[in-house]
């Protein structure tokens, strides 16, 4: 169930001025304070996506992240155990094994 942030309207209770609240998606938004009964809005917030930022990261996703070394080679940066590190255009043997990070 998403998260959902609430502004207190009025002077702020014990929960402070902002709180968070937990609620299905079909739930209507709060209007007052569960714990002081105050008039309260509810504010749109940004999504808590992550994005990987290293390659151990990318690896551990499931992705596969190729830099280019001269032309038609490169180096799979996120090679698992048994892959290649350098992939050649036309040799499919050095290609990474996609079946093995979870892909359909």
Same mark, same amino acid.
């Given at each position: 169930m998403p998260v959902y942030e609430y502004e207190h309207l009025a002077d702020p209770c014990a929960v402070g001025r902002f709180f968070e609240r937990t609620q299905a998606m079909s739930e209507d938004a709060l209007t007052t304070c569960?714990?002081?009964g #105050?008039?309260?809005k509810r504010l749109i917030s940004l999504p808590?996506?992550?994005?990987?930022?290293?390659?151990?990261e990318?690896?551990?996703?499931?992705?596969?992240k190729l830099v280019r070394r001269d032309s #038609?080679?490169?180096e799979n940066v996120t $090679? !698992?155990?048994g892959e290649s590190k350098v992939m050649e $255009?036309?040799?499919?043997e050095? !290609?990474?094994d996609l079946k093995r990070r979870g892909l359909d």
């Open positions: 569960p714990e002081c #105050g008039p309260v808590n996506i992550s994005t990987p930022t290293t390659d151990s990318l690896k551990s996703m499931g992705f596969t #038609g080679v490169y $090679a !698992l155990p $255009a036309g040799k499919p050095t !290609l990474p």
